[in-house]
């Protein structure tokens, strides 16, 4: 008896069908049988599920005499189905990598309960992803199962059949089928988790709901949404069967009421002639089914009055959030004109010339090469005020209380960045910054430069989405100094950005803490993240990829990655910063975090610390891998979709061929590295130390020194060997030759 039945109506899908079919046959966990119904499609859906069940004995098709919809389609397919839980997939979703296996572990850790609730993300047609906004309430439970009852807010998500799991003989023995209609789901899902026992979640996107520009049923404009009047009448028909379930009635009533005017405000789905008769027909409903005693919602009054109401209510309201728009318009302006004249006040005032001003990563905290800075100038120039820009509030939530901040465009900002002669960034300053006489821009960067960058994206349309390049080297007009921690990076950053700065060879900052350090220096953030004592550490940190929209494409099979490493050993995965946020980590990445199979260190504010904790580094193409060979420890490269890589964003210069380590270019060959204990062999350890000599070639322990003892104190520059070259000024040649080959 397989675990899973995963039940497919098809009608009218071609176009999407074998990637649907393929994401659930391609899963690595087989033990399923697939139910694909054809409710009489007119295309050439019928021969694609002939050809499927043709070679793969898992696929079973039916073939319905005449077309019955979405939901009895599934009804049709139930009692075949012999597994023990139930999956209802559209056949224009997919499944995720991952995903059944991720259900099944999630499933025998709970002890099989009624109902598994799932995360998924929508996939629109022109290349977004967007994980479902409600996801944190399936983060909320780490144990084991509840109803209801005990946890309401499970009814807050949406309301279909698709991202759950159902026991098959709990189905059975409820009697729960799918009525004909439009809204089916509506009084399958509310009866389900009102009766179930046992519900459980499952914090991981396993689907991806297609968003088509056309086609989608509920998405038509027609008559047929009348339809949900229908089904919320047969879950007021349910509950009221059932005396235990009375409780429910207030909630299901504003429910039905939210989603009938949610439907309504929609200018795609109802005709304008007949959306009266829809009003009319949902306040009816509301009437009848109001619970005694229980006062309206303030939202939903305007179903106790007329349609004309409504009309005038919604005008009303599109009329005041206009006026607000204007006037919010006006009063920025106002204010803008006004701090404008105070900057023209403010810019003939003498700058501060012991103030220095700091952003990092985009304005996301006390990070990287800025705060190796500020740290040093803190001990070394206690004198110069340092204040930090931060994008909002929540970003300086975890600041200590002595560190001074402004927020980005406040009054504050204005103020220090108008008199401040030190200024210190890895990214560009706004564009509205005016650059002062006298005041000092000191540019970071964010690590030694692979891909290509600046002036170099021109000829790179992908990579350059979002990007207005001729802006961005308009702003960088505004550096003094770029610093940089090998002379490849002096010659990238004067190609890439033809702008008149002088480099410092002062090395990088933030790998202050990384040169010379021990393995001691780790241990403190290993016992933060639960790594056992005495495993070896695999720190896996791929880059942002440009040929995807969203920048996420999962090489390797992390559960397998961990599960091959075997025992004495972690994974530690830390994503690049970007990814943090989107759907990526919902994608099994947080999930397998639960389950103690690798730690995620994505939200470790420092990647040093992260570095310090490591025994091995495996990555791609990220600039990481610069900073991790001040550690001389082994490096792996895995670099399977170099050519692409190549093709959207360029290289400067290729990694495989000059590599830290050794290089992979399929999981097999990584595995094998790791298996055969060739990731730390000799020739590991002679292709890192020639790595090492051309990149790390600044880093010494004492740049955020030089930093501050050469830009901010007019101390001299340090004699060093001539052989180094170390800290030595170089200006920038803007209009000098190329002196750098072209990407291959």
Not at 644 to 651: D, E, K, L, N, P
Not at 690 to 695: G, L, N, Q, T, W
Request: hydrophobic share 40%.
């Amino acid at each position: 008896m397989p675990r899973f039945s995963i039940i497919v109506p098809v009608f009218k899908v071609q176009g999407y069908l074998q990637e649907c079919l393929d994401s659930v046959l391609g899963q690595s966990y087989r033990d399923i049988e697939v139910i694909a119904v054809d409710d009489r499609s007119p295309d050439g859906c019928p021969a694609v599920l002939d050809a499927y069940a043709a070679r793969d004995e898992r696929v079973r098709v039916l073939h319905l005499p005449e077309n019955v919809g979405l939901g009895r389609a599934r009804n049709a397919g139930m009692p075949h189905a012999r597994g023990d839980y139930l999956f209802f997939l559209d056949s224009d979703d997919t499944l995720t990598p991952g995903a059944l296996r991720a259900l099944a572990d999630r499933l025998d850790e709970t002890g099989d309960p009624d109902v598994l609730v799932f995360d998924y993300a929508r996939t629109h047609w022109w290349g977004g992803t967007r994980r479902n906004v409600l996801a944190h309430l399936l983060a909320r439970d780490t144990g084991g199962t509840f109803t209801a009852a005990e946890r309401p807010e499970i009814l807050d998500l949406l309301m279909v059949v698709w991202n759950k799991v159902y026991r098959r003989d709990f189905v059975e023995r409820e009697g729960f089928t799918f009525p004909p209609g439009y809204y089916e789901d509506t009084p399958w899902t509310f009866p389900v988790l009102l009766s179930a026992e046992r519900i459980a979640t499952l914090d991981r996107i396993c689907l991806y709901y297609r968003q088509r520009r056309r086609g989608s049923i509920l998405s038509t404009t027609s008559r047929k949404h009348f339809d949900v009047h229908e089904q919320y009448a047969r879950v007021f028909r349910f509950v009221d069967a059932r005396p235990a379930l009375a409780h429910w009635r207030p909630f299901l009533h504003a429910k039905m009421g939210e989603h009938c005017l949610d439907i309504l405000s929609k200018p795609d789905r109802l005709p304008p002639s007949d959306r009266g008769e829809f009003f009319r027909r949902t306040a009816e409903m509301f009437r009848l089914h109001r619970p005694r005693g229980v006062r309206t919602p303030a939202g939903l009054r305007v179903l106790e009055g007329s349609y004309a109401g409504y009309v005038l209510r919604r005008q009303a309201g599109r009329a005041g959030r206009e006026l607000g728009r204007r006037a919010r318009q006006a009063r920025t302006a106002t204010a803008a004109r006004a701090a404008r004249s105070r900057s023209a006040a403010n810019l003939h005032r003498p700058l501060d010339p012991d103030l220095a001003v700091y952003s990092a990563s985009s304005h996301r905290g006390v990070l990287g090469d800025p705060a190796a800075v500020f740290h040093a100038a803190r001990e070394l120039a206690p004198h110069i005020r340092g204040v930090w820009v931060l994008a909002d509030e929540e970003q300086a939530a975890g600041l200590p209380p002595d560190t001074e901040y402004v927020l980005l465009d406040s009054a504050g900002y204005r103020r220090v960045t108008e008199r401040a002669t030190y200024f210190v960034n890895d990214v560009n300053w706004p564009g509205a910054l005016v650059k002062r006489p006298g005041s000092v821009h000191i540019h970071t960067h964010r690590g030694t430069p692979l891909l290509y960058a600046g002036a170099d994206l021109l000829d790179k349309p992908g990579a350059r989405l979002g990007f207005d390049v001729p802006q961005m080297l308009r702003r960088a007009d505004r550096w003094d100094y770029s610093l940089v921690a090998n002379r490849h990076s002096e010659l990238v950053w004067e190609r890439a950005f033809p702008c008149h700065f002088t480099s410092l060879r002062s090395g990088s900052p933030r790998n202050d803490v990384l040169v010379g350090a021990g393995p001691e220096r780790g241990r403190a953030v290993r016992a933060r993240l639960g790594i056992p004592d005495g495993d070896t550490v695999v720190l896996y940190a791929p880059a942002r990829r440009d040929y995807r929209r969203g920048g996420l494409v999962e090489r390797i099979d992390l559960e397998r990655f961990a599960a091959d490493l075997g025992p004495g050993h972690t994974l530690v995965v830390r994503l690049d910063p970007s990814l943090a946020d989107g759907p990526a980590r919902g994608l099994g990445l947080s999930e397998l975090h639960r389950r103690g199979v690798l730690v995620d260190a994505t939200d470790e504010p420092h990647a040093q610390d992260v570095m310090l904790a490591s025994d091995v580094l495996v990555t791609d193409y990220a600039s990481l891998l610069f900073d991790y060979a001040n550690l001389d420890r082994p490096i792996v490269v895995h670099a399977d979709d170099r050519d692409a890589v190549a093709a959207s964003r360029g290289f400067y210069f290729d990694i495989t061929a000059e590599a830290p380590g050794h290089v992979s270019r399929s999981y097999r060959e990584l595995a094998w590295l790791f298996a055969s204990g060739t990731w730390r062999d000799e020739e590991a350890a002679r292709l890192r130390s020639a790595f090492r000599e051309r990149f790390c070639e600044f880093d010494d322990g004492r740049a955020a020194e030089r930093v501050v003892r050469t830009l901010m104190l007019g101390e001299p520059l340090p004699e060093d060997p001539p052989a180094a070259g170390r800290a030595a000024r170089v200006p920038s040649q803007a209009t000098g030759r190329d002196v750098l080959p072209a990407s291959s």
